[in-house]
């Protein structure tokens, strides 16, 4: 009876090269049937690449399939599973890849089928991260995938059940390991620019702005900047502004940061200073100039003297400039105890 076993899982994991497309086309798939291939490639029943899609296309036939991998740089070979019509377009082949047994799954690699299928991209070769497209009477390449994995955010695991894919404008699924608690949104995205962003973290983070470079929009002789960032939360200890409209202070936290939270200090040492702070907006970014900034959250006040305020960055905006800035209507002073921002570093 075991060697039945074994002969019947040696049919269901094989490796043919047909001379008829109906064994993988669908009965409603005329031009998959019916396509006039000079060479019919190799195809492996019963087992599928995990890890490795630079695409995954829904909803394509199989001869579809073939051509897309065509297309795509990098791509040499793909997995369909055809009860999902999904398609897996695969680089390049490495150790950490998995070919594992899946019913109804197929695998197929593009070196053993005709060039034919795709006309002029044939020979058009496009560079990492793009793939050849017909315009009018030319060929161009356009970005069609990430390049690379995203960043690794500490103690996140892949969530996706037939694992990684960089399509363009998409987005991958994770998860926190043993129980610890996400913020953000629980994705990966893959920008049209062909860049990851991570929009979630796990965890707390921990405060990343102390003893960092600080500057503010004017200066006050006795209340530095760094008076904000020092840890010490203590009468007269404070970074203070001139009277401004939109008086601002910053933190350069040296290097890109995904930025959880901020916890801002009012000061401590007089009742009737507090209450000057009555709108307070943070920004995350790369320069001081906000339009070009992400808002973290704001604070709307009247605020009191020693009040701690927490503004959570349900974004979680990436940068290395936090930049807090007191909005009033008439010329204010602006001023905190203490300024703790916490993140994860990028």
């Not at 070979?77 to 890849?97: A, F, P, Q």
């Not at 102390?210 to 760094?226: C, E, I, M, R, W």
């Not at 003297?305 to 940068?319: A, H, N, R, Y």
Request: hydrophobic letters at 35%; proline letters at 3%.
């Amino acid at each position: 009876m075991k060697g039945v076993t074994s002969f019947c899982i040696l049919l269901y994991v094989t490796s043919i090269r047909s001379s008829s497309m109906n064994d993988v086309c669908d009965a409603d798939d005329f031009e998959c049937q019916n396509s006039q291939i000079p060479n019919r490639g190799e195809i492996i029943y019963g087992q599928c690449y995990r890890q490795t899609a630079l695409r995954r296309l829904p909803r394509i036939s199989f001869l579809t399939c073939l051509k897309e991998c065509m297309k795509t740089s990098n791509c040499s070979s793909v997995s369909y599973r055809r009860d999902w019509k999904m398609c897996d377009l695969h680089g390049n082949i490495t150790s950490e890849v998995k070919l594992v047994q899946e019913h109804g799954c197929f695998s197929s690699n593009i070196s053993s089928w005709s060039l034919a299928l795709v006309g002029k991209c044939a020979v058009h070769i496009c560079s990492e991260g793009y793939k050849c497209v017909l315009k009018g009477d030319g060929l161009t390449c356009e970005k069609a995938y990430c390049i690379g994995k995203p960043r690794v955010v500490e103690n996140a695991v892949l969530d996706e059940p037939f694992g990684l894919s960089r399509d363009l404008g998409h987005g991958m699924m994770y998860k926190c390991a043993d129980g610890i608690k996400m913020s953000g949104k629980p994705f990966a995205v893959c920008r049209n620019t062909g860049i990851w962003t991570s929009l979630f973290i796990c965890g707390d983070g921990s405060i990343v702005s102390k003893l960092k470079t600080t500057g503010q929009s004017t200066n006050s002789p006795q209340y530095t900047p760094g008076l904000g960032v020092d840890g010490l939360k203590e009468d007269t200890n404070m970074f203070h502004t001139q009277a401004e409209l939109k008086p601002y202070w910053w933190v350069n936290l040296g290097h890109l940061y995904k930025i959880q939270k901020v916890i801002s200090t009012n000061r401590i040492d007089c009742d009737a200073c507090g209450g000057r702070l009555r709108k307070m907006l943070i920004h995350v970014g790369d320069s001081l100039d906000t339009s070009n900034m992400e808002l973290c959250g704001q604070f709307n006040g009247q605020a009191v003297k020693g009040q701690v305020i927490v503004t959570q960055c349900s974004s979680l905006p990436e940068g290395q400039i936090v930049k807090l800035t007191s909005v009033n209507n008439e010329l204010q002073y602006f001023h905190l105890a203490e300024v703790e921002v916490y993140g994860f570093y990028v």
